[in-house]
């Protein structure tokens, strides 16, 4: 079985600080791995993946994750916040080994920004 | 433009009254897949698609059916709803099994 814990609910942070959005997982095989972002009324938008190779993922809109195999963490990143980055976000999961097309979401957590 | 569109995007109906929320992709996508968001719950997949007449069930698909007999469009029915089914749904699509996905709008459903 495979899960996903995104382990704060809401996280805040200042316009300009770095933030950090926290994700750890668990699968029997190889982690696939992705973060979506939503915006309030909109459907969920592709930011970065994780499938193999160079741990550190470099995405949209600025943001990064760093693959951690030793931590199971995929947490996300951004060296300098905006108040546009309010949103909720999202870790998914795939097992990318047993052939599973089920990926399994964390329960998102919402990020506030402050100007 | 790239997208995944989904209609209705509102819906209030009653309990027992069979509906259909529609799916489509311009992108040529192999895989297409339906999901449920609840508060506290995040995403869980109904059905996904493969292919065309190729479905499986995802993680919640029991009050649910679907059906692909075109590549572009995924529609989720919902032979006899209930209250339970009372949420916030999104289409997806992606190349293949391992990529990203792209999500529609989202479809909010009420069933009284």
């Known amino acids: 079985a495979q899960s996903v814990a995104q382990p704060e609910d809401q996280v805040n942070v200042a316009e300009g600080n770095p933030l950090t959005v926290k994700c750890t997982y668990s699968?029997?095989?190889?982690?696939?791995l992705f973060w979506y972002v939503q915006y309030p009324n909109r459907g969920l938008q592709f930011l970065l993946k994780?499938?193999?190779?160079?741990?550190l993922v470099k995405g949209s809109y600025g943001f990064e994750a760093e693959f951690n195999k030793s931590q199971t963490s995929f947490h996300l990143k951004k060296p300098s916040a905006l108040v546009s980055d309010s949103a909720l976000y999202f870790c998914?999961?795939?097992?990318?080994?047993?052939?599973?097309?089920?990926?399994?979401f964390g329960r998102g957590t919402s990020l506030i920004v402050h100007p | 433009e790239a997208q995944v569109t989904q209609n209705p995007r509102y819906l209030i109906t009653v309990t027992g009254k069979k509906l259909t929320v529609t799916c489509s992709q311009n992108?040529?996508?192999?895989?297409m897949s339906w999901y449920r968001q609840d508060p506290g719950l995040g995403l869980r997949q109904i059905y996904y698609?493969?292919?065309?007449?190729?479905?499986d069930k995802g993680d919640v698909p029991e009050g649910y059916k679907v059906s692909r007999k075109e590549k572009r469009n995924f529609p989720l029915i919902l032979e006899s709803p209930s209250p339970n089914q009372t949420s916030l749904y999104f289409c997806?699509?992606?190349?293949?099994?391992?990529?990203?996905?792209?999500f529609g709008p989202g479809t909010r459903l009420t069933v009284l």
């Open positions: 997806a699509s992606s190349y293949g099994g391992r990529n990203e996905q792209f």
């Open positions: 699968v029997s095989g190889n982690p696939y």
């Open positions: 994780y499938i193999t190779g160079d741990n």
């Open positions: 998914a999961v795939r097992d990318g080994t047993g052939g599973s097309y089920i990926p399994t």
């Open positions: 992108m040529n996508h192999e895989y």
């Open positions: 698609s493969m292919n065309v007449e190729v479905t």
